[in-house]
């Protein structure tokens, strides 16, 4: 579906509404693939379509009852983003209807007129009296986040409403863009919405976009300058960037070329050094072991919804069970790689107990002990630490600072050679 010039943030949010829900494709793809627009035009066209996904099945339940059938699939689209201007971005209910009905087919352009001018008149009320929680959650997440969290399902679906601030990590001596907030962790945040491709200073680098979760599992690894130190599944490279920066001898294995090239622009755009290996991790075999490795596995990602939100539509409970073998095989490689007495961090962006906590029990047969994570290690986190010594992030969590994502991380040593 091309842009039209009279009205390009709706049409292409409604070409990247298509992509994710029809096609499956992640909305970071589809984005990319595009036609030129205007930066403004882009950015505003993927906040209306973010915010479509985040509220799918609230505006669905509004729309409901000023609907005698289902409509045709472009009057859907079109109501749905005519919902969303109307109940979530305070777009004036004029420019809201009159926009959609130009998304609309002609012989769809009275119904969607007329269905939309109902829900204005209903105004924000339409929505405070659903249950926004549930019906925005895919029913095999919320039960799987009602077993593993209990009531805090709630908080976490909660926290996937709101688009999530820009959190950067800061080079050794770099002064935080103007405006950040320096969480307890050390991690830069900057208000939601904030363009990273503006922010002074970033072609020269100094920084970089990375969740205060995500920046967690390489600061727990703590390397030391010299340390010879791997990092399995590295692109984009955020946590290379860390231990690269920390002084190691890094060495960054991707098997993607694709992203294993934008790794290696990554660290060039920061002035950081690692040997960048395109290989599979799987069966990758160096001439000498790694006094510390660090594995953020390839997971389901529902730990990153709040940044990317089409991930409940491209992902299925199926998934789940194929995923967590992959990341056994992982550890078990990783294992393999670890010099005797080395440190291992474990680490998933996945909220799923299964691609997480379930791989903790089955360190031990791989030869790795528990190194438990201590409180003082991560300050403002002592909620998120588990009874084993693991650390479980979750959206909530940090409620009142934005939020962050959903990680789960453990760490281990092999043992000392006899």
Same mark, same amino acid.
């Given at each position: 579906?091309?842009?039209?010039?009279?009205?390009?943030?709706?049409?292409?949010?409604?070409?990247?509404?298509?992509?994710? $829900?029809?096609?499956?494709?992640?909305?970071?793809?589809?984005?990319?693939?595009?036609?030129?627009?205007?930066?403004?035009?882009?950015?505003?066209?993927? %906040?209306?379509?973010?915010?479509? $996904?985040?509220?799918?099945?609230? $505006?669905?339940?509004?729309?409901?009852?000023?609907?005698? %059938?289902?409509?045709?699939?472009?009057?859907?689209?079109?109501?749905?983003?005519?919902?969303?201007?109307?109940?979530?971005?305070?777009?004036?209910?004029?420019?809201?209807?009159?926009?959609?009905?130009?998304?609309?087919?002609?012989?769809?352009?009275?119904?969607?007129?007329?269905?939309?001018?109902?829900?204005?008149?209903?105004?924000?009320?339409?929505?405070?009296?659903?249950?926004?929680?549930?019906?925005?959650?895919?029913?095999?997440?919320?039960?799987?986040?009602?077993?593993?969290?209990?009531?805090?399902?709630?908080?976490?679906?909660?926290?996937? %409403?709101?688009?999530?601030?820009?959190?950067?990590? &800061?080079?050794?001596?770099?002064?935080? +863009?103007?405006?950040?907030?320096?969480?307890?962790?050390?991690?830069?945040?900057?208000?939601?919405?904030?363009?990273?491709?503006?922010?002074?200073?970033?072609?020269?680098?100094?920084?970089?976009?990375?969740?205060?979760?995500?920046?967690?599992?390489?600061?727990?690894?703590?390397?030391?300058?010299?340390?010879?130190?791997?990092?399995?599944?590295?692109? +984009?490279?955020?946590?290379?960037?860390?231990?690269?920066?920390?002084?190691?001898?890094?060495?960054?294995?991707?098997?993607?070329?694709?992203?294993?090239?934008?790794?290696?622009?990554?660290?060039?755009?920061?002035?950081?050094?690692?040997?960048?290996?395109?290989?599979?991790?799987? !069966?990758? !075999?160096?001439?000498?072991?790694?006094?510390?490795?660090?594995?953020?596995?390839?997971?389901?990602?529902?730990?990153?919804?709040?940044?990317? +939100?089409?991930? #409940?539509?491209?992902?299925?409970?199926?998934?789940?069970?194929?995923?967590?073998?992959?990341?056994?095989?992982?550890?078990?490689?990783?294992?393999? $790689?670890?010099?005797?007495?080395?440190?291992?961090?474990?680490?998933?962006?996945?909220?799923?107990?299964?691609?997480?906590?379930?791989?903790?029990?089955?360190?031990? !047969? &791989?030869?790795?002990? +528990?190194? #438990?994570? %201590?409180?003082?290690?991560?300050?403002?986190?002592?909620?998120?630490?588990?009874?084993?010594?693991?650390?479980?992030?979750?959206?909530?969590?940090?409620?009142?600072?934005?939020?962050?994502?959903?990680?789960?991380?453990?760490?281990?040593?092999?043992?000392?050679?006899?």
């Amino acid at each position: 579906m091309a842009p039209s010039p009279h009205n390009p943030t709706r049409q292409a949010a409604a070409s990247l509404l298509s992509a994710v $829900l029809d096609r499956h494709r992640a909305l970071e793809e589809a984005l990319d693939a595009l036609p030129a627009l205007e930066p403004r035009d882009k950015a505003a066209a993927h %906040r209306l379509a973010s915010a479509v $996904l985040r509220r799918l099945g609230t $505006l669905d339940a509004v729309l409901e009852p000023f609907l005698r %059938r289902e409509p045709p699939a472009p009057a859907r689209l079109a109501l749905r983003i005519g919902a969303a201007d109307l109940l979530l971005l305070g777009t004036p209910p004029h420019a809201a209807v009159s926009a959609a009905v130009d998304l609309a087919p002609k012989p769809l352009a009275g119904l969607v007129n007329a269905v939309l001018r109902r829900v204005a008149a209903a105004g924000p009320a339409a929505i405070e009296e659903l249950d926004g929680e549930r019906l925005d959650t895919p029913p095999w997440l919320w039960s799987s986040w009602h077993a593993a969290y209990g009531p805090a399902v709630r908080a976490i679906a909660r926290a996937h %409403r709101d688009p999530a601030p820009l959190d950067l990590s &800061l080079l050794p001596g770099t002064a935080p +863009p103007e405006g950040a907030t320096i969480l307890p962790t050390g991690t830069a945040r900057l208000p939601a919405g904030t363009r990273f491709a503006d922010l002074p200073g970033m072609a020269e680098g100094g920084f970089w976009a990375q969740d205060a979760a995500a920046a967690l599992p390489a600061r727990l690894l703590a390397v030391r300058p010299g340390e010879r130190v791997l990092d399995l599944c590295a692109a +984009p490279g955020g946590k290379t960037a860390q231990l690269a920066a920390a002084g190691a001898r890094v060495a960054a294995v991707e098997k993607d070329a694709r992203r294993a090239t934008r790794l290696r622009e990554n660290l060039a755009r920061l002035h950081l050094e690692a040997e960048v290996v395109e290989a599979d991790a799987l !069966s990758w !075999s160096p001439a000498e072991r790694f006094d510390a490795v660090l594995l953020d596995a390839p997971c389901t990602a529902t730990g990153t919804i709040r940044r990317h +939100p089409d991930v #409940p539509f491209l992902k299925r409970a199926s998934d789940v069970h194929g995923l967590a073998a992959l990341q056994r095989q992982l550890l078990e490689a990783a294992a393999r $790689l670890l010099a005797p007495g080395g440190r291992l961090v474990f680490a998933t962006c996945s909220l799923q107990p299964e691609e997480g906590e379930a791989h903790f029990a089955a360190a031990a !047969s &791989l030869g790795l002990e +528990p190194d #438990p994570i %201590r409180e003082e290690e991560l300050p403002g986190l002592a909620a998120a630490l588990t009874p084993e010594g693991a650390l479980r992030t979750r959206p909530d969590l940090w409620a009142e600072q934005g939020g962050m994502d959903g990680f789960f991380a453990a760490r281990f040593r092999s043992r000392p050679a006899s």
